[in-house]
């Protein structure tokens, strides 16, 4: 098959949604299947780490307002409009790859497959100063009452998980409660199975020592991961001999927030550290998972974070805020609040043998269902089920 992905970040980028393009055409070129990925470009990017059927097509693009985007518009429709191909996997609402190619989708006679990464422009977040973040939602409605107008320019779209809410899975609520089938469940996977064996040493090179609680943060320094509510949680369970670990991107404002607030700190107990990271080279985070006792996650906004299945895949338990799909996932306590929070930590430090249960019940269900292996193998298999079926002479509009 020819296959087009369209996304706005790609490897060598390192959020979620270039991992999960990245694993798609990496595993589909392996597979022998020609693959071209339209991105925006960067510099790190380079030729020479792609595969010979694995094409790299890059646009320029800047976000105006709503429906409008500057940059190398045209250049990207006339490329959608006429790119031969069997299917397209396009990345996300509410980003280029799909609403800058909205007016042309029916040019192409390719299978069209949506990827929603969860559904946001619904969503009021609030501000806390006039108009309190209302203005930017009544902006996005217009957004919102296109949905079907979109969904009849699409053959497909594959949601992460069955959940249906009014949060990040409002696309699919929407989908089920008008009746459209149009659409499958394919989760994401652990990208840390693929970890090499030899691994640093995580606790001896950052100074904790063996038998100290090593507590784990993996994501971007940022208000929506809300790395402040761990490090409160945390202070306030009073663990000692125990260490929490932030590694993030980069540092940013958010950071040196954390950084200050940390410096604040009074009564911490006996033992008790906190290390702020950033710019860690993959091969010690990959070792800071198998080094780590618990993973914590303190967003307040997911869809199905990958950072939680590659704990899962490590056997390592997680606690977590309720956002996304995180209830169903196995392996772990999900909380609602800071003081959840910090009961879960004081709770599972005390019981060396609870952690290793949900670890195992995280690392099976790695096993059975969230591992790339088996995802890339159900997108192959519906791509090749969309490709193979006759046209559908009518479609939902």
């Given at each position: 098959?020819?296959?087009?992905i ?33 991105c ?26 709503e ?21 397209m996997?396009?990345h ?7 609403d ?9 006679p390719?299978?069209?497959i949506?990827?929603s ?10 501000r ?5 973040g ?19 320019k699409?053959?497909h779209v ?20 008008f009746?459209?089938?149009r ?9 840390i ?19 100290a ?24 369970s ?68 990958l ?11 997680f ?16 909380v609602?609040?800071e ?6 930590m ?16 995280g ?22 089920t ?12």
């Open positions: 098959m020819k296959i087009l369209s996304t706005f970040t790609f490897h060598p980028e390192g959020n979620g949604v270039a991992e999960v393009a990245a694993v798609q055409a990496f595993g589909l070129a392996r597979q022998g299947h020609e693959v071209t990925v339209v925006a470009p960067i510099q790190e990017r380079k030729p020479a780490d792609y595969p010979p059927n694995l094409k790299i097509v890059e646009y320029r693009f800047s976000r105006e307002g429906f409008t985007f500057s940059g190398q518009v045209k250049e990207y429709q006339d490329f959608i409009a006429t790119f031969p191909c069997d299917a996997l396009i996300c609402w509410q980003a280029w790859p799909l800058a190619a909205f007016p042309v989708l029916e040019r192409n390719a299978k069209k949506l990827v990464h969860g559904y946001t422009a619904h969503l009021w977040e609030p806390a100063s006039f108009p309190w209302l203005g930017g939602w009544l902006r996005w409605q217009p957004y919102v009452w296109s949905f079907f107008r979109f969904l009849s699409l053959d594959v949601f992460l998980s069955a959940r249906k809410d009014f949060g990040r899975f409002f696309d699919h609520t929407l989908m089920r409660l009746g459209d089938s659409w499958t469940v394919i989760p994401n996977g652990a990208s199975r693929s970890a090499p064996a030899d691994l640093p040493d995580f606790r001896k090179q950052l100074g904790i020592a063996p038998d609680l090593l507590l784990l943060s993996v994501a971007n320094y940022s208000r929506r991961k809300n790395q402040l509510a761990a490090l409160r949680a945390f202070a306030k009073g663990l000692e001999n125990a260490v929490l670990v932030f590694i993030g991107s980069e540092c940013n404002e958010y950071t040196r927030e954390l950084q200050k607030t940390l410096a604040g700190m009074q009564g911490m107990a006996k033992g008790q550290r906190v290390l702020i990271l950033d710019h860690v080279a993959k091969d010690l985070i990959f070792a800071a998972y198998r080094s780590a006792d618990l993973f914590v996650l303190s967003a307040e906004a997911e869809t199905q974070p950072v939680l299945l590659d704990a899962m895949a490590c056997g390592l338990p606690i977590s805020t309720d956002t996304g799909c995180i209830a169903e996932l196995p392996g772990g306590i999900v609602s609040s003081k959840e929070m910090t009961a879960a004081r709770k599972l430090a005390e019981d060396p043998q609870g952690r290793k249960e949900l670890g195992r019940q690392a099976e269900a790695v096993d059975s269902t969230y591992n790339w292996d088996r995802v890339l193998a159900r997108y192959e298999t519906l791509l090749e969309l490709v193979s079926a006759q046209p559908t002479s009518t479609r939902p509009r």
